[in-house]
């Protein structure tokens, strides 16, 4: 496995999210895979509400995985991963009832399960499979 970036930028991850915030106008949770670390960032509710969110993201990861992100969602995870010079991104937006955006880098294809799993139970969840 990769070892953890000694130089990782928590002020680049909280911009990212911040803008994330601002143009999706909905919850944001943003996974980033640093080495063999889960860092997660979140807009405030989006942190408040982590653990719910990552469990309905497993519960219909299938579903999440078939939508194709619209032009601006792919465009914001190309940039963000640009920033954090790290490929393996994957950005959750939530908006109004439960309507759930999953959108990743392309480092994080084929991942995203086990990325949702390690930042579960970062967060203290339990797994799923």
Excluded: Y
């Excluded at 994957?90 to 086990?114: E, M, P, S, T, Y």
């Amino acid at each position: 496995m990769a070892e953890e970036s000694q130089h990782f930028d928590r002020s680049a991850l909280q911009a990212v999210v911040a803008a994330a915030w601002e143009e999706f106008e909905g919850e944001v949770l943003l996974l980033v895979r640093d080495g063999s670390k889960m860092r997660l960032g979140a807009s405030e509710s989006g942190g408040l509400n982590a653990r719910a969110i990552l469990s309905q993201c497993l519960r219909r990861l299938n579903q999440l995985e078939e939508q194709t992100p619209d032009t601006t969602t792919r465009a914001f995870v190309r940039v963000v991963s640009e920033e954090l010079k790290n490929d393996q991104v994957v950005l959750l937006i939530v908006r109004g009832h439960g309507d759930i955006r999953l959108a990743c880098g392309a480092g994080a294809h084929g991942k995203v399960r086990d990325m949702l799993n390690d930042a579960l139970q970062t967060i203290g969840g339990e797994r799923r499979r």
